[in-house]
């Protein structure tokens, strides 16, 4: 707690001393600036301007964004009138890590007069829905918490739906293996994943009815699987080779650093840094962006007037 203690200190005189402020540092600004009670002005400003505000995703609002809000719109005994309009869902939040808390979310639901659900999903099919609402109405309080509860959706989507002997199949399965230990489960699973591909496939029994109602065979772009980590894609991976399954994947490096981009403007920052350090200057012309190549770089290199042109570019660069 001291070392945070001392970060945090240090961190805030630093940022202090260059005149910098962080995205946090906007709203913990702004908070303590509307609390302040010769600030009334500001606030009637605000109220004025923006009677009605409408925050989305609301489930990943912190404490103190929404006593911003709150402080404005809720606690407002003024003669502007202001509503605020919360849209949210607690079952999708994912953000503590940045400060959103669903129990805020849950102290603030408390406050709210008037609640409306949205009852319609326009997105899923029929069947899924069906099994949905089936599942999440098993048991009384599915989510745990009382104050976060499962609402029954209706669809009106009835198409895009698997037939199986054409009867329609469930949409949601549930498979159990016995001997749980990690490893040899995820195994098992992938491998009866990709053997119950093959038999969709090769199997007359199975069809799909598409969005113009028409049946037809099931293909393998119809087919998503969804995975919790890389090292899952790599298993997957590893099982489908075995049987010759074709498959693309996405995100096995999702290291956003990794990609040849973010290098080569890594390079180029560094060399806006230092426009007088050769080496970095030669690694920033080298990237695509600058499409210079080794051959341009010496002639430019070695005149000493084409020299100074690049470095006077890279100070405006820092400059800008």
């Not at 402020?21 to 600030?39: E, G, H, T, V, Y």
């Not at 049987?243 to 994947?249: F, M, Q, V």
């Not at 180029?268 to 080794?294: E, H, M, Q, R, V």
Request: glycine share 0%.
């Amino acid at each position: 707690m001291d070392c945070l203690n001392f970060i945090n200190l240090n961190l805030k005189n630093k940022k202090f001393s260059k005149s910098l402020i962080s995205f946090d540092d906007l709203i913990f600004i702004l908070n303590d600036f509307i609390n302040n009670k010769d600030n009334v002005f500001f606030l009637n400003i605000l109220r004025k301007n923006y009677p009605i505000i409408l925050i989305d995703e609301f489930q990943d609002t912190d404490y103190i964004q929404f006593n911003i809000f709150k402080k404005i719109y809720i606690n407002n005994n003024t003669k502007y009138k202001t509503k605020i309009i919360l849209i949210g869902d607690p079952k999708q939040s994912i953000y503590s890590f940045r400060g959103a808390d669903i129990f805020n979310y849950i102290k603030i639901k408390r406050l709210i007069n008037h609640f409306y659900t949205l009852i319609f999903n326009w997105r899923s099919s029929y069947f899924l829905n069906k099994g949905i609402n089936y599942l999440f109405s098993k048991i009384k309080d599915p989510f745990i918490f009382r104050d976060i509860f499962y609402i029954k959706v209706n669809s009106l989507n009835k198409k895009f739906y698997i037939l199986k002997e054409n009867k329609i199949d469930f949409s949601i399965k549930f498979f159990l293996f016995n001997n749980l230990n990690c490893f040899n489960f995820k195994y098992k699973l992938a491998n009866y994943c990709a053997l119950k591909i093959i038999n969709i496939l090769n199997n007359n029994k199975y069809y799909i009815l598409d969005k113009d109602n028409i049946k037809r065979n099931i293909i393998i772009s119809d087919i998503a699987i969804l995975v919790y980590s890389n090292l899952d894609v790599k298993l997957i991976l590893e099982v489908f080779n075995k049987y010759n399954l074709p498959i693309l994947y996405d995100h096995l490096n999702n290291n956003i650093f990794n990609t040849l981009q973010a290098k080569e403007i890594y390079y180029i920052l560094k060399a806006i840094l230092f426009p007088l350090n050769k080496k970095y200057l030669k690694n920033a012309l080298l990237t695509s962006i600058f499409n210079f190549n080794i051959f341009s770089i010496n002639k430019y290199f070695n005149n000493l007037k084409l020299m100074n042109n690049i470095v006077e570019k890279f100070y405006i660069y820092y400059n800008l």
